[in-house]
């Protein structure tokens, strides 16, 4: 049963006020011999994931590829008589920039939301009294709760795979040392996670970052010429995320509970947890050379220095000195960020001086990166 009704299909965020990613929509449709038992179920949502049920019976999910709302259609069996549609939206987070963002609707308000049955008659329910439950019953009896949860019979039978609407729970033990701990959630489809009833995120591995249209995944980043989004994707073909940070803060140095909520189906047999080392790498190279970084396998993530001159100190304590180009990390971040290993040509044109700013004193290039 819905905590609300109206005979109008409501607007996400206005109903749910952030209280959950999800809003139920449910409603009854009364089906005689004349339409059929075999239909078409079309629902325009401005939702990113929509998930839905005909008589209890889950018929299929679809989701936006870009964020913009989609058109669900599937086909479903009805009976004759009383025949009930659940429909369960879900939000990934709501636009926060552009033009009266906030007005940005979200959800499958104002639909339409049909059956299309023999003959392509069509029942639009658009209009038919609607429930509305904000979130999942797991989300109130606060299953995510280490503490709470434990109250909650969680069955020690078979480990379901690849299956919708599944909460996990398992225990681990924290690594030991005091680098960052990550947990690798490669194997699960979408949903939420949380460590000792901390929340540590959203996950959606199976969302791929795919490269624009027209275009092909590249691990070659190349800024010559008029700057492209296509320049440089050397994540491209990837899932946007893997690895979630799990604080040391979070921590206990016995038992730890992780909870997983699963939402489209996934294998949580593949979930691992690690530590990550930070590491840093440095080249000082003199003008007229070939100054090559690399961090033997990991990707640089930053540049927290860099400069064309004459620097003073060494790597963990470069310092400028009385000159200095001005565009030597913006060329850095450019040439390097991102990849296992980059090469910069030290010279006076690189970093966009002249020859005669350099030709008294030869120049060094200095540079700290982390890993």
Known sequence: ????????????????????????????????????????????????????YVNKKRIGSDWSSDGKG??????????????????????????????????????????????????????????????????????????????????????????????????????????SGSDPVVVDLLGMGKGHAWANGQGIGRFWPTMIAKAPQGTECSDTCDYRGQFHDTNCMPDCGLPSQRWYHVPRSFLNNGDNTLI???????????????????????????????????CKGSKISDVEFATFGDHQGKCGSFKKGSSDAPDTLSVLLKACLGKVSCSINVSAATFGLSSSNSATTPKRLAVQAVC
């Open 1 to 52: 049963m819905g905590s609300s009704t109206a005979n109008k299909l409501l607007e996400q965020k206005a109903t749910t006020v952030d209280a959950s990613d999800y809003l139920w929509y449910m409603t009854s449709v009364n089906i005689d011999n004349s339409f059929g038992k075999k239909a078409i179920l079309h629902v325009n949502t401005t939702g990113h994931v929509l998930h839905a």
């Open 70 to 175: 989609f058109v669900f259609e599937k086909p479903v069996t009805l009976k004759e008589g009383i025949n009930h549609l659940s429909l369960l939206s879900a939000t990934v987070g709501y636009k926060n920039y552009g033009s009266f963002y906030d007005m940005v609707p979200n959800g499958i308000v104002g639909g339409p939301v049909q059956l299309i049955g023999n003959g392509n008659v069509t029942k639009d329910l658009s209009s038919n009294e609607w429930s509305y439950k904000i979130g999942l019953n797991g989300e109130h009896e606060k299953f995510y709760d280490d503490k709470l949860s434990q109250n909650q019979i969680w069955s020690l039978e078979a480990l379901p795979l690849k299956k919708p609407m599944t909460w996990y729970k398992t225990t681990f033990k924290a690594p």
């Open 260 to 294: 997983l909520f699963e939402e489209m189906g996934g294998n949580p047999t593949q979930i691992n947890f690690k530590t990550v080392t930070v590491g840093k790498v440095c080249g000082n190279a003199l003008e007229g050379s070939i100054l090559e970084l690399s």
